[in-house]
């Protein structure tokens, strides 16, 4: 969801997210309840941007430790909204 200012609400509680590769390559995000939540509202947010608002820097989010929003040792995520995908 998106606050009064147009940036990403995230959930008030402590959340918990963990982007890992498993030894077979595939991706896999671990989280806790609000972690989960708090990734599917910014999917959720991302996906009603109009063709013109994807043409900013609103168009994506950063998931990584060094951001405070994922777990230490957490691979580096960018979730990107591309209309024309």
Do not use: W
Request: hydrophobic share 35%; proline share 2%.
């Amino acid at each position: 969801m998106l606050d009064t200012e147009g940036r990403f609400k995230l959930s008030q509680e402590p959340y918990r997210l963990k982007v890992v590769r498993l030894e077979s390559g595939e991706i896999e995000i671990i989280g806790n309840r609000s972690g989960l939540k708090d990734l599917a509202d910014v999917c959720q947010s991302l996906s009603e941007l109009s063709d013109e608002q994807a043409k900013t820097a609103a168009n994506h989010y950063h998931i990584a430790d060094f951001m405070s929003n994922a777990e230490e040792g957490s691979l580096q995520l960018i979730i990107l909204y591309d209309p024309h995908l």
